[in-house]
């Protein structure tokens, strides 16, 4: 079946969809630490008038969270980007609690804890035992299939994977993953609800790592494999022609040597060609640069730091493509969106000609053997559209413009 008829049965565009189910009144976070706060930012600004919970084991992470959410209110008005009567509303009705018992009458839950899956049972266990039927439960985790996460839950068919990206307050995608026990109504709702409060949903399949994070994290990985012959900087600087902060940059900044080696990790159960660089469990910070300075990069290491980005790159993209994992043009679009590409993979791609895209898979492959290459034709990769999403409605084609980094406008490469 096509990809995009799979993922989206219906319509492309969320705001097509006939949705019985209101605005939720009351939606919980589950883990205050890193990203939980962000996201319970985002849907407070976006829907000030609701409840908030942030719920936490540790009385230390709720405090932080609500002076992380109070300073985000604050450098907003200041910035003359929010409304003081609107930053007040937006940080009242937030209860930061250790009790589960609290969060009883919420419609949503998002579940934003560590990336364990023992403990992840346990939070559902208990968020069942205490929410409505009808509550929508979903968990945060970058790289876990759902059915690992939720195959324990009395009522599966209403939880699923909503992974946002940092910082979720402002970051505008959010991966919705489709899997086998998930009511198809639900993912529908969520997609509904996301595109309403300013949020872009990607619906992928329940692969480990989803789709962007494949990218991401095998992008940062291979990094680390070039250390022994270039420096941090250097890559960084060769990486820049094609990401706003190249890998090393991008890892200080989340912390994230961890989440690479956890990830990568997981996806040796595809090949040990993703086994996680020793590196990155024995350096806590990299030396490197700010994006833009200047660094000087000898031409051979350049185009070989070049290619093996650009290999990693190209043969994640093909085997995202050709496992039905995410459509192209999700694909293309969320590498810019979620992770900082100047252009998407397969625009890059488009720019460099077949002959070229060849040249540097032989050689990335010849280095790194066991990667996916294409299953289809070159042309294959370049036929969707780019920026406009096409639905039919009652034998009608509706056409939606979708580049909300450029405020939708029009361009002449729009098909």
Same mark, same amino acid.
């Given at each position: 079946?096509?990809?995009?008829?799979?993922?989206?049965?219906?319509?492309?565009?969320?705001?097509? !969809?006939?949705?019985?189910?209101?605005?939720?009144?009351?939606?919980?976070?589950?883990?205050?630490?890193?990203? /939980?706060?962000?996201?319970?930012?985002?849907?407070?600004?976006?829907?000030?008038?609701?409840?908030?919970?942030?719920?936490?084991?540790?009385?230390?992470?709720?405090?932080?969270?609500?002076?992380?959410?109070? &300073?985000?209110?604050?450098?907003?008005?200041?910035?003359?980007?929010?409304?003081? %009567?609107?930053?007040?509303?937006?940080?009242?009705?937030?209860?930061?609690?250790?009790?589960?018992?609290?969060?009883?009458?919420?419609?949503?839950?998002?579940?934003?804890?560590?990336?364990?899956?023992?403990?992840?049972?346990?939070?559902?266990?208990?968020?069942?035992?205490?929410?409505?039927?009808?509550?929508?439960?979903?968990?945060?985790?970058?790289?876990?299939?759902?059915?690992?996460?939720?195959?324990?839950?009395?009522?599966?068919?209403?939880?699923?994977?909503?992974?946002?990206?940092?910082?979720?307050?402002?970051? !505008?995608?959010?991966?919705?993953?489709?899997?086998?026990?998930?009511?198809?109504?639900?993912?529908?709702?969520?997609? =509904?609800?996301? *595109?309403?409060? &300013?949020?872009?949903?990607?619906?992928?399949?329940?692969?480990?790592?989803?789709?962007?994070?494949?990218?991401?994290?095998? =992008?940062?990985?291979?990094?680390?494999?070039?250390?022994?012959?270039?420096?941090?900087?250097?890559?960084?600087?060769?990486?820049?022609?094609?990401?706003?902060?190249?890998?090393?940059?991008?890892?200080?900044?989340?912390? /994230?040597?961890?989440?690479?080696?956890?990830?990568?990790?997981?996806?040796?159960?595809?090949?040990?060609?993703?086994?996680?660089?020793?590196?990155?469990?024995?350096?806590?910070? =990299?030396?490197?640069?700010?994006? /833009?300075?200047? *660094?000087?990069?000898?031409?051979?290491?350049?185009?070989?730091?070049?290619?093996?980005?650009?290999?990693?790159?190209?043969?994640?993209?093909? %085997?995202?493509?050709?496992?039905?994992?995410?459509?192209?043009?999700?694909?293309?679009?969320?590498?810019?969106?979620?992770?900082?590409?100047?252009?998407?993979?397969?625009?890059?791609?488009?720019?460099?000609?077949?002959?070229? *895209?060849?040249? *540097?898979?032989?050689?990335?492959?010849?280095?790194?053997?066991?990667?996916?290459?294409?299953?289809?034709?070159?042309?294959?990769?370049?036929?969707?559209?780019?920026?406009?999403?096409? %639905?039919?409605?009652? /034998?009608?084609?509706?056409?939606?413009?979708?580049?909300?980094?450029?405020?939708?406008?029009?361009?002449?490469?729009?098909?």
């Amino acid at each position: 079946m096509d990809t995009i008829k799979r993922l989206y049965p219906k319509f492309q565009n969320p705001l097509l !969809l006939k949705i019985d189910r209101p605005m939720p009144k009351e939606v919980a976070i589950i883990g205050a630490g890193t990203i /939980g706060p962000d996201i319970g930012y985002y849907i407070k600004s976006a829907l000030p008038e609701i409840r908030l919970y942030l719920v936490d084991v540790v009385e230390s992470q709720l405090n932080a969270a609500k002076a992380r959410l109070e &300073g985000y209110a604050k450098k907003a008005v200041e910035k003359r980007k929010m409304k003081e %009567d609107k930053a007040k509303r937006v940080l009242e009705n937030i209860v930061y609690t250790l009790d589960y018992n609290e969060i009883s009458g919420c419609d949503f839950v998002i579940e934003a804890a560590t990336e364990n899956i023992p403990l992840k049972q346990q939070i559902f266990e208990k968020i069942e035992a205490i929410v409505s039927d009808e509550t929508i439960i979903t968990s945060n985790t970058s790289s876990i299939p759902a059915d690992r996460i939720f195959n324990k839950m009395k009522r599966p068919q209403r939880a699923t994977i909503t992974h946002f990206f940092a910082p979720a307050w402002r970051s !505008l995608p959010v991966e919705v993953i489709v899997w086998d026990k998930v009511d198809r109504d639900v993912v529908d709702y969520l997609c =509904w609800f996301f *595109v309403n409060t &300013g949020k872009v949903p990607l619906i992928t399949d329940n692969a480990i790592c989803f789709m962007l994070d494949r990218v991401f994290d095998n =992008w940062c990985n291979e990094a680390a494999y070039l250390l022994p012959d270039s420096t941090c900087s250097e890559i960084d600087k060769v990486a820049e022609e094609f990401v706003a902060a190249g890998p090393f940059y991008v890892l200080n900044l989340a912390n /994230g040597n961890p989440i690479i080696i956890e990830t990568n990790t997981l996806q040796m159960e595809e090949g040990e060609h993703y086994r996680p660089a020793k590196i990155l469990a024995s350096v806590e910070r =990299w030396k490197t640069h700010r994006p /833009g300075a200047k *660094v000087e990069v000898d031409e051979a290491y350049r185009r070989k730091i070049r290619d093996r980005l650009l290999g990693i790159l190209f043969s994640q993209s093909f %085997d995202i493509i050709d496992r039905g994992i995410g459509t192209k043009a999700d694909l293309n679009f969320g590498c810019q969106i979620a992770l900082g590409f100047k252009k998407g993979p397969m625009d890059i791609m488009k720019e460099l000609g077949e002959n070229e *895209v060849k040249r *540097v898979m032989d050689r990335f492959l010849s280095d790194r053997p066991g990667f996916p290459t294409p299953k289809e034709p070159f042309s294959y990769y370049q036929d969707f559209y780019r920026y406009i999403l096409v %639905d039919e409605m009652d /034998g009608v084609k509706i056409i939606t413009i979708r580049r909300p980094q450029a405020l939708n406008a029009l361009n002449d490469d729009l098909n």
